[in-house]
Nanobody
Framework: QVQLVESGGGSVQAGGSLRLSCDGS????????MAWFRQAPGKKREGVAA???????AYVDSVKGRFTISKDNAKNRLYLEMNSLKSDDTAMYYC????????????????????????WGQGTQVTVSS
């Protein structure tokens, strides 16, 4: 079993930045596919960014150029650097992970599907005020 704990959420004004962290109870070297999801009130959970063990990344269109996902395997930690935040980014953000990577030719174009992830954190709230 893997435990994931998110941190770094908070309240920020539009245009500001936040960095989310996700600490894993197991080595991130074993978690070959990791991602950040978010869910706003009344909306479906949405995959925001994903990274595989080779460093290939995928982003939902709405965050491209503003968010960056990265891993620090030495610290068993996943990050989400969020810049130029908008009110539409307000949501609960979740870390997710799995040992398996989807069999796709180009991860960058993948739809980040919650069904591909076995392990989930409890979430951290991000609120962006305009």
């Amino acid at each position: 079993q893997v435990q994931l704990v998110e941190s770094g959420g908070g309240s920020v004004q539009a245009g500001g930045s936040l960095r989310l962290s996700c600490d894993g109870s197991r080595s991130t070297l074993d978690l070959n596919y990791m991602a950040w999801f978010r869910q706003a009130p009344g909306k479906k959970r949405e995959g925001v960014a994903a990274v595989d063990t080779d460093g290939h990344r995928a982003y939902v269109d709405s965050v491209k150029g503003r968010f960056t996902i990265s891993k620090d395997n030495a610290k068993n930690r996943l990050y989400l650097e969020m810049n130029s935040l908008k009110s539409d980014d307000t949501a609960m953000y979740y870390c997710a992970a799995d040992e398996a990577i989807p069999a796709v030719a180009d991860l960058a174009s993948i739809y980040i599907d919650e069904h591909d992830f076995r392990y989930w954190g409890q979430g951290t709230q991000v609120t962006v005020s305009s």
